[in-house]
């Protein structure tokens, strides 16, 4: 369900260089897109790796340890691609708001609905279940 999405991002970010505005971003705000991409990059490995793993380790069996592996795998791609999103709406918000402060309040705020979302919610909810 995630890849999709990712590799969908993962084109804007590489077409973006292209585009007029980019010349309009200074050096750093150009690093700054550069380390969205390559964490973007990163989360694709993450996420792809447990099909890699079945098709060349496991072909005809799920184990246990698969399922593990490709869970933590999951999980781990959520962090890369969290940061990486919330590096380029920091970005796409210097060039549509204009006021780096502002930016960086929506970007913030946005890391925070994803480190809830993602993380705080599910482990809050695997505690609760443990106790039924």
């Given amino acids: 369900m995630v ?6 991002l993962f084109g804007f970010q590489l077409i973006a260089v292209f585009n007029e505005r ?6 750093d705000e150009r690093l700054i897109h550069f380390s969205a991409t390559l964490l973007v990059a990163i989360a694709i490995a993450l996420i792809m790796t447990p099909a ?3 098709r060349l380790a496991e ?7 698969f399922v593990l592996l490709a869970s933590w795998l999951i999980a781990a791609a959520m962090v890369p691609l969290m940061l990486g999103l919330t590096l380029e709406v920091y970005l796409l918000g210097l060039l549509v708001i204009g006021d780096p402060t ?5 970007a913030t705020t946005l890391l ?11 482990l809050a909810m ?6 039924d």
């Fill in 3 to 8: 890849l999709p999405g990712i590799q969908a």
């Fill in 22 to 27: 980019f010349k309009e971003l200074t050096g």
């Fill in 52 to 54: 890699a793993y079945h």
């Fill in 59 to 65: 072909q005809t069996t799920i184990s246990k340890f």
């Fill in 102 to 106: 502002a930016s960086l309040a929506v």
């Fill in 112 to 122: 925070g609905v994803f480190l809830m979302l993602w993380f705080v919610f599910p």
């Fill in 126 to 131: 695997r505690l609760f279940h443990r106790e």
